[in-house]
């Protein structure tokens, strides 16, 4: 297993490859305080109008605010759009 993570790292910096883009990492971009984007994320665990709750790989991503909705959604990206006054994070802890 070991190995094969040493192989996918060495493939991956010869691509020059941005992590999110070979693993299950999420990437979020905040553009000003109306919009968020979550790539790589795998569900919706709480959807209301102030506050949405998005399950990652590495733990759930909390987003507060006002009149908030989704935008846009695929099987890989979601975008939050409305009024974002704060943005928390849950991370899995491995016991």
Known sequence: MERRKRKESRFQKFLELPKEVVSDTPKITVVGFEEVLIENYKSILEYEDYYIKINTHIGAVNING??????????????????????????????
Do not use: A, P, Q
């Not at 959604?73 to 928390?88: A, H, L, N, Q």
């Open 66 to 95: 006002f009149n908030l909705r989704l935008k846009e959604m695929t099987g890989d990206d979601i975008m939050v759009f409305g009024k974002i006054d704060s943005i928390d994070f849950e991370s899995i802890t491995d016991e």
